[in-house]
């Protein structure tokens, strides 16, 4: 009996010690410049930074494609970047944001989208054509999407 308690306090011991030294690792990471804490996005429409959102969505490849989504149904973006070859942003979608709403479709016209990796972490830029708040006609708003999975 004072064998099998001491063993479940040595375990006990064991356990404790072992997740300390794990939530000590995490603290002292260092984050590599130009990249964000997983599960967080900023994004910027029209020159606005918007607040950083910890509302990511990055679903698992299906062949080369990622998507990517911030937000919720009322109010973020979404993206699919392709891998096939050299990263591509293929589409975006913006909804909602700072008022506006709009897409970028690659090969559509409108202008074009990058997109660098570093990490986790996706920069995308580009510009959006859609509406805004500030007139009921057609508009493209520039916008900067800075995500990590």
Avoid: W
């Avoid at 891998?83 to 202008?111: K, M, P």
């Amino acid at each position: 009996m004072k064998d099998r308690i001491a063993l479940i306090i040595a375990a006990a011991a064991l356990m404790i010690g072992g997740s300390a030294a794990c939530s000590s690792e995490g603290l002292s990471a260092k984050q590599e410049p130009g990249t964000l804490a997983p599960g967080t996005a900023k994004l910027t429409i029209d020159g606005k930074d918007l607040p950083t959102t910890r509302l990511v969505h990055c679903a698992p490849p299906e062949q080369y494609m990622t998507t990517i989504a911030t937000g919720d149904d009322a109010s973020g973006a979404t993206v699919m970047v392709s891998n096939a070859g050299r990263l591509t942003v293929e589409l975006v979608r913006i909804r909602n944001l700072d008022g506006f709403s709009g897409d970028y479709n690659r090969g559509l016209g409108g202008g074009d989208a990058t997109v660098a990796l570093t990490e986790n972490t996706y920069n995308i830029a580009g510009a959006a054509s859609g509406y805004g708040t500030k007139s009921p006609e057609p508009t493209t708003a520039p916008f900067t999407i800075k995500v990590s999975c």
